[in-house]
C-alpha cells in the first residue's frame, strides 16, 4: 500500500489524543494534581488541631459565601498540627486579623469547608498572616462514642440501685 | 459414516459456533505477529477503527457526561450531597459507561464496516482469489483489522472518559453550581489507580470481543448480497450482548 499523508496524520492525531487523555485519567484523576483557577488572591495560614477529611481545593468561606480555597495541608512535627494554607481572593483583603477559622460539614455526607467568622480588630489579615483563633474539624465517630459513653454511664448508675434492690429480698 | 452430514440441534448449534469463534481467535493470534511485519496495514485499521469513530464516540461521550451530571446532581442533592457529583461522575464514567457505551457504539461504528467490507470481499471471492495467490487472508486482511481494533478501543475508552468528564463538569459546575474545587477535590480523593485500571482492563477486553466478533461474522459470510447484511446484523447483536455480558462478569470479579 502506498503511502498516505491525511491517513497517516489523522492515526497520528487519535494515538495521540488517546494516549492523553489516557495520561489524564490516570494521573490527575487519583491523587491531587489539578490546580483549579490561579493562586488569585493571598495566603494565610491557620493551625488546627484535627482537619478531618479536608482536602486541597475545598472551599474557603465567609457567611456562606465563597472566598477562597484550602491551597494545601501539611502536618508539624513539633505541636503536632496541622497547618492549612487558605488562598483567599484578593476582593476580600478586609477581614479582620482576629478572625476565627473552623472546620465545618456541608450537610450529613457533604465534603468538609473551612468557615471564617469575623473578629473586631482594625488591622487587617495580609499574605503570610496566621488566623490564631482555629476549631477543629467535629469528627463525627467521637462525638457519637462520647454520647454513648455518657448514656451507658447514666444508664448503668441508674440501673445499679434498681438491681441491688432486687438483689435483697 | 453416513453420506448425509447430522443436522445439529440448537444446542449443538451454538457450542460449533463458540468453537468456531474460538479456533478462529487462535488462528488470528497466530498470523498477529507475522502482520506486525507490515505495519501500514495495522495504522490504515486504527485509523478506521479508530480516528474515524472519534466523531461520535465524543458527542456520545459529552452527552452522557452531561445527563450524568444532570441525574447525579438530582439524585445527590436529595442527600444534601451535590459536592459528590465529581465523584459520582467519574466512577461511573470510568468503570462502567466509558467502555460499555463505547464498545456499544464501536459495534455499531467500526463492527459493522468491518464484517461488511470483509464479507464483500468473501462474496466477491476476493478471499479465494488471495488464497489461489498464496497471500493468506488471515495475516493481510483480518489480522489487521483485528489488531487495529483492540488498540483502538481503550484509546477510544480514555477520550470518551475525558469528555464525559468534561460534560458532567460542564452541567453539574457551570449549569448547577456545584463548587470547581469540590468537585475535582472529592473526585481525586475517591477515585484510584484501580479504579482507572478497572476501566482499562473492560475496554482492552470489550475491543478484543467487539474486534473478533466483527471479523468472525466476515470471515464466514454467506456469499450472497443478503448474507452480508445478515452478518452485518449479527455483528451488532453478538458484539452487544457479548459486552454486556462481560461487563457483568468482569464486574463481579473486580468486586
Known amino acids: ?42 495566603s494565610v ?40 494554607t ?19 460539614t456541608a450537610g450529613l455526607l457533604g465534603g468538609k469547608y473551612v468557615g471564617i467568622g469575623p473578629g473586631g480588630s482594625d488591622t487587617w489579615l495580609h499574605d503570610g498572616s496566621t488566623i490564631e483563633f482555629t476549631q477543629s474539624a467535629i469528627v463525627l465517630e467521637s462525638l457519637i462514642n462520647k454520647f454513648f459513653a455518657n448514656f451507658a454511664g447514666s444508664r448503668s448508675s441508674n440501673d445499679a440501685p434498681a438491681a441491688k434492690e432486687d438483689a435483697t429480698p | 459414516m453416513s453420506v448425509v ?79 459528590a457529583l465529581g465523584v459520582a461522575a467519574a466512577l461511573g464514567l470510568l468503570k462502567e459507561l466509558g467502555p ?31 488464497q489461489m495467490m498464496a497471500a493468506d487472508p488471515m495475516r493481510l486482511i483480518v489480522a489487521p483489522r483485528f489488531l487495529g481494533g483492540v488498540v483502538a478501543m481503550p484509546l477510544l475508552v480514555a477520550i470518551f472518559n475525558m469528555i464525559g468528564l468534561f460534560g458532567a463538569q460542564l452541567v453539574g459546575v457551570q449549569l448547577m453550581g456545584v463548587d470547581t474545587g469540590a468537585f475535582w477535590s472529592q ?24 474486534s473478533l466478533v466483527a471479523v468472525y461474522e466476515g470471515y464466514h459470510t454467506e456469499p450472497t448480497a443478503a448474507g452480508v447484511g445478515l452478518a452485518t446484523t449479527r455483528t451488532v447483536v453478538t458484539s452487544s450482548v457479548l459486552t454486556l455480558l462481560l461487563d457483568y462478569i468482569l464486574t463481579a470479579a473486580f468486586l
Open chain 2, 187 to 210: 473526585m481525586q480523593a475517591a477515585v484510584e489507580l484501580n479504579d482507572v485500571q478497572e476501566g482499562f482492563i473492560k475496554s482492552v477486553v470489550f475491543g478484543t470481543a467487539c
Open chain 2, 100 to 130: 460499555v457505551v463505547t464498545a456499544l457504539l464501536f459495534a455499531g461504528r467500526a463492527g459493522t464496516a468491518l464484517t461488511s467490507e470483509i464479507g464483500l470481499m468473501r462474496a466477491t471471492d476476493q478471499l479465494t482469489a488471495m
Open chain 1, 86 to 104: 487558605l488562598d483567599i481572593d484578593r476582593r476580600y483583603d478586609t477581614i479582620p486579623d482576629d478572625s476565627d477559622a473552623s472546620i465545618q
Open chain 1, 45 to 84: 495560614t491557620a493551625r488546627f488541631d484535627n482537619v478531618g477529611d479536608l482536602k486541597a481545593g475545598s472551599p474557603v468561606t465567609m457567611a456562606g459565601v465563597r472566598i477562597g480555597r484550602v491551597a494545601g495541608i501539611a502536618f508539624d512535627p513539633t505541636d503536632f498540627k496541622a497547618v492549612v
Open chain 2, 5 to 83: 452430514p447430522a443436522r445439529d440441534g440448537p444446542i449443538t448449534t451454538i457450542l460449533r459456533r463458540i468453537g468456531a469463534v474460538v479456533v478462529f481467535l487462535a488462528s488470528i493470534l497466530a498470523q498477529c505477529v507475522p502482520a506486525l511485519a507490515r505495519p501500514r496495514l495495522i495504522v490504515h485499521q486504527i485509523y478506521n477503527a479508530g480516528a474515524r469513530s472519534l466523531i461520535i464516540i465524543m458527542l456520545c461521550g459529552l452527552f452522557v457526561g452531561m445527563v450524568l451530571g444532570l441525574q447525579g446532581f438530582d439524585l445527590l442533592q436529595r442527600f444534601g450531597s451535590e459536592d
Open chain 1, 1 to 42: 500500500m502506498r503511502p498516505n499523508r491525511a491517513l497517516e496524520i489523522g492515526t497520528g492525531l487519535f494515538v495521540l489524543l488517546g494516549f492523553a487523555a489516557l495520561f489524564f485519567l490516570t494521573t490527575q484523576l487519583p491523587g491531587s494534581g489539578i490546580q483549579v483557577g490561579g493562586p488569585a488572591g493571598y
